[in-house]
């Protein structure tokens, strides 16, 4: 968190209205994304009881297991589900477009699948039961129906690409709201999502200090899930779970399902409800400009995939090799390097951070020199000098590199750092983005009394050594991984 | 008069809207009996969608007692079981052994008030039965070990629980399991999976390959055995000594009876 | 009984005492500072009948019940057959001899059995094992330990299994939460580390006290949990170090309760003074007015982990620490949170310590103004 997040969360409290944190939305909304609202019995380890599911609000899907301790009844679970998510995957699958006109032209989706869940919690759901179904054998004494398969193999795509901070893939509801809106309560009370929805959208006619005390009352607000309020367990889950137990007639067991299926139905409603009005919520804040080429970037992962998967593709491991680990870990800090400086670019919110942590500074041109020019390698190159007077308190260092969000990341190198009367005097020589004669292109250098941001976060990722491949794996690493194919003992594994 | 289903229905969810608000107010005195009128409506509900369904239950299948049923009363289901395993065991082993060898039907829940009326027998006629479903009796204070069951008949040292008792009777139980399915037939799956515990748990029980040896079952447990078997014997012959002191029925259901039986049915 | 259990009990008044558990002891460790939870939980005072004598919903501390039923379930599984699942982890995971089999049954012998008696028994059954070369007593089931916490004993009952291999005592913890694919919840396994810090620390306790080398109780914890999706037994090893070093240093900080009693006017009394129905009757204010004379220390984290959050939060309703301890580092110490947004909008002046902290909040405050009202 910083100074300009804990002061959102005060003037939030103080005024018991929200406060944005940042000007725009930097997440991709899809136009038609599918929520997940999952519940699991408790105690056990990852058991669906139930899921509302679906791309339309008015209309969701209802699964209910008809007794969720058991093997079959879980498969039979995943295998609707499957058919629910399994559907939009292939459809978006199919609509491709050329990702330009040259030789090199890849397919490139029109749009991707977004799913979407209430909380954190909800995504771990996913990445679990992507595991329980993955490793499935889809034929002998074991077998599951392929899409129960399938479904595992995308559904643990989607929980890795929710531990990317550009994701647009899998979505925690809270999360995304909390990107975009201080509430005046604390992140822990942020995390659930009535109470964090109180301050965004109070039902109509209560205030937000009403709104929150109701959203924090499970009889009234059922928690977001997985896990299910212990009360309801107590007074209404269990004691249908026990004549689900000993119903003796097909006609009486459906009757208690009927009566299971109605109550699970009324705790999974209200947060259905709630993750379409943040979406709603999240739509109408203005989309940051960088989005879309993010956006396009998920979809070539997701086309990918989908290859991988179409082709045959093996189930992921258990557990990543040494190479993939460390290929992942770089890819994550990569992407949010990237994430962090693209937010900065496009947000002043965003890059007002930096600037109070002294890794970026706004001010106004005092004095530009357009022509300047240096002797370079075979002839004098254009290498314009600006000097920026600023009032931000700066940590930064003569030859350090700093970049114009304004200009696409020009970049300029810090020649002298003067110290003033109201703040500081910083001469700063830009080095690209300025065309190749020997006059700058017109608007590429700013003009006396511009004003300016520059920063020292950058967009361009400095690559490193390439990674070994999966074969030249060192022996420090454990040496080239096996193959990693299901074993039967993945197949046959235990559920009780 | 009885409701239709459909007014049975709202009242279920009523009833279910009133618990909750109950609850949402923190009156937390009123929860209690909407929850006991919820359950007989939720009962009734039930049972009106029976009556309302003409489709017939599905017949058990012929030649098996349908569940919950048996020829003989509980406490000779258990003598059945127990004389098999031989040793003094828990309703879980003796429920799961008389549903491998024996008809099933067998309930956990129903020996738990078994040992307080054998005992309840017991103690208004002395020996009037053959045997009783006993105690199995702690080495130390001689009082009554919580979920074990025994039979009246066996030697006192058989009933006694000393430190290595637990384990002894454990490989004891195994040869005893095998040894019986062997004299009456085939090892079927349920068979088993019934000694599943046993092979998992005994070390060198489990070959290499996937197939059940009985044979190395037995050979293990009976290599455990001997670790243990001669100080057990002496533990268990000591405190019987001492044992051979209390009362009859306390010898049978442990000192401080009234107690230790009383803890046994707390659930 | 002493001078300290005497005012402890008179704070409690009539209502039923409620005794810690390594749970608590673990949560009271967590926020050391907090005199009210200190002053409560040494009292056995049920900390949820006062939230809901104040009026304020408590939703901390329950658990499924369906979920304890599974714990249950797999705890005896693991027991059952004289411990035959627990004996194979421990002879494959730390190599326990086949010999070691014996088993010592602490559990209460009936409902009347005392917990004095017990742990007198769970006592004497380890220290006999501690003084004696022979490999017997290898698995205690259920003992009762006793550990010194703000100067009172506290009995723990600790759901656990001690054993007892050569020289060394180890703590078995048997959680129901899974391991899979060989890592588990790692808030769940702190917990559980937390807690079996407790236990070996009380273990410790005891055999120091009986003369004997507390460091027999190891600092390695064996935890028992289903593998994956099953119901099948897996252990593990837990190193519990880091846990025992922070619990004995905050056991060690905290105030002794005795201390704490002194500040105290003689006739207070927390006793919410239940009715039959187990409803408190005592007027709130008059409860709250008790209750506030102890002061607390409040963090949102509280929320999780104490039945009274909720009612400290309201008390401190305004204040920074409401937000969170990130928040309050960040506005530099300020407790207000009216105070800080004036300091911020530059409607007060800072006084001489608040100088830097409102130079910073005033300065994001433009910043953040700029930012909005440009695109505004």
Known sequence: MTVLTSLAKALAAYSMTPQQLTVYRHLHISSKPIVIVPLTLAGETNAPLAAMVGPDRARPTLIVTRQPRDRAERIEFAGRLASELLFPIETAAQQTQATGAGPNARVRVVDAPQLWVPNPAGIEFVRTLGRMTRLRFIEGPWAVPKKVRDLGIWLTWFAEQAEFADTGALIAATQAIAAVWATGQSDLEDGNLAAQMAWLAPPEGMDVAAAVSRAENPQLCPPAGPSTDPTFDRLFLEPALRDLATARTPAAHNAVHRRLTAMVEEQMRPTWELVWTAIDLLRDVPEAPRVPKRWEQQRDRFTSFHR???????????????????????????????????RAYDDPLVIADHRLTGEAFAGHVVDVDAARRVPGLRRNVLRPMVTVATGDQIHLDVGQHMYDPARNGQQAVIESVIETEDGWRIELELQNQMGSGLTAKPGSVPALGEDVTYTSVTETFVRRRPWPTRDETPWTHGGPPPDSTPVVEDAAEDWS | M?????????????????????????????????????????LSWDSALLESDDSVPAPSPSGTLPAGMSLFPVREQVHQVLTVLGVAAAPRLIVATHEALFAGGLIATKLASLRRDEERSFRAAPYSRPYYVCAALAADQLVAVRGLLAISTWPLDRRIMGPLSPRVDFLTAAIRLVRHLQTTGELGPQSIRLLWPFTNNIPGASGPAEEFEPSRLIAAAQAELRIHEESDRQQREAAAERARRLSDAEQLFGGEQLKAVRSVTKR | MSVVDERLNALRGAAPRKPHNARTLAALAANPGCRRRTLLDAAGIDKGQIAEGLGVRISIGQMSSIAIARGKGFEAKV????????????????????PEVHYHDLNPADADDRITSRLRRSQRALQASAESNEPTGTLFDHPILQLTVNGVQVRIEPDLIAFKL??????VEIKSFAILDGTADSGKVAAAAQQ????????????????????????????????????????????????LATLKRQLDRMESVESLLRLLPPDLSFDPRLDAAGRPTRDPQELAAAIFQVTARYSPECLGACELGGVCRAEVSGMVPVLGRVVREDLGGIDSIKEAVELATGLREPDAGQQQAADLLRRAYGMREAALGAVR
Do not use: W
């Open chain 3, 79 to 98: 027991k059952a057959d004289g411990c035959a699942e627990l004996l194979r982890l421990l002879r494959e995971h730390i190599g326990l001899p086949v």
């Open chain 2, 2 to 42: 009885p409701e239709t289903m459909d007014e049975l229905e709202e009242r279920i969810s009523l009833l279910r809207g009133h618990i909750r608000q109950a609850l949402a107010a923190g009156d937390r005195a009123a929860v209690p009996r909407l929850r006991a009128e919820l359950r007989t409506a939720e």
């Open chain 1, 308 to 342: 991988y998967v179409a082709d045959g593709g093996r189930p992921q491991a258990k557990r990543d090799s040494a190479g993939r680990s460390a290929h992942r870990l770089a890819e994550l800090e990569q992407r949010m390097a990237a994430f962090e400086a693209q």
């Open chain 3, 166 to 171: 050569g020289n060394q005592f180890f703590i």
């Open chain 3, 196 to 243: 079996s810090a407790v236990y070996v620390l009380a273990m410790r306790e005891m055999l120091q006290t009986a003369g004997l080398d507390p460091a027999m109780v190891s600092d390695q914890v064996v935890l028992v949990c289903p593998k994956d999706f099953s119901n099948h037994p897996v252990a593990e090893l837990l190193d519990v170090r880091k846990q």
